[in-house]
C-alpha cells in the first residue's frame, strides 16, 4: 500500500470495488466471471479493478491453511514484557521464530503479544524456555492457551 511518511494513503473504495473484495473474502477462488455477473458488469472489469486492488495493497493473495490439519495441536497468545529500549529489538528477534504467526507491538501492560502454533505442550514449553525466554530483553510473558477458535476473519 501507498504511503506518506509512513501513513498509509487510503483511497475512496467504490460499491464495485467492496463487492470483489467481499466475494473473494468468502471464496478467493470465485471466477471473476461468477463475480462480474453478480454485480451485472463485464469480467475485464472485475479482471482490472482486482489487479488495481493488488497492486495498491488492499488485497494480498496467500494461502490459509489450518494449524490443527497441518499438525499443530496447541495454540498460544503470549503477552511479553521488554527492557524499553530493547523493544523494537526483541520484536525483531521474535517474529524470526517460525513458531510465531503474528506479532504486534501493543500499549497496556505487555508491550508485545505473539501469537504461536505449535505441535503439542511439549513442543511449546521447547519453544518458550529455548528460544523465546532466551531472547536478551525478553522480562517477563504470560501465556494464553487456545481453547478454541470463536470467531476468525481475514479483514
Known amino acids: 500500500m501507498e504511503t506518506r511518511n509512513g501513513i498509509p494513503v487510503s483511497y475512496n473504495l467504490d460499491e464495485i470495488d467492496r463487492s ?11 471466477p471473476f466471471a461468477q463475480i462480474a455477473a453478480q454485480l451485472n458488469v463485464s469480467p475485464g ?11 495498491k495493497g ?13 499438525g499443530y495441536t496447541t495454540m498460544a497468545m503470549i503477552g511479553i514484557r521488554t527492557e524499553g529500549d530493547k523493544l523494537l529489538e526483541v520484536a525483531g528477534k521474535i517474529a524470526a521464530l517460525d513458531e ?13 503479544l505473539a501469537e504461536v502454533v505449535c505441535r503439542d505442550h511439549a513442543d511449546l514449553l521447547r ?5 523465546l525466554y532466551a531472547i536478551d530483553g525478553v522480562r517477563e ?9 470463536v470467531k476468525e476473519i481475514y479483514f
Open 20 to 30: 470483489i473484495i467481499s466475494a473473494l473474502q468468502i471464496d478467493g477462488r470465485v
Open 45 to 55: 472489469m472485475i479482471r482490472m479493478r482486482y489487479n488495481r486492488l493488488v497492486k
Open 100 to 112: 510465531v504467526i503474528y506479532l504486534i507491538a501493543v500499549s497496556g501492560r505487555f508491550e508485545l
Open 58 to 70: 488492499f488485497l494480498k493473495v496467500t494461502a490459509i491453511t489450518d494449524p490443527l490439519l497441518m
Open 141 to 149: 510473558t504470560e501465556s494464553f492457551m487456545h481453547l478454541k477458535i
Open 127 to 131: 519453544f518458550l524456555s529455548e528460544k
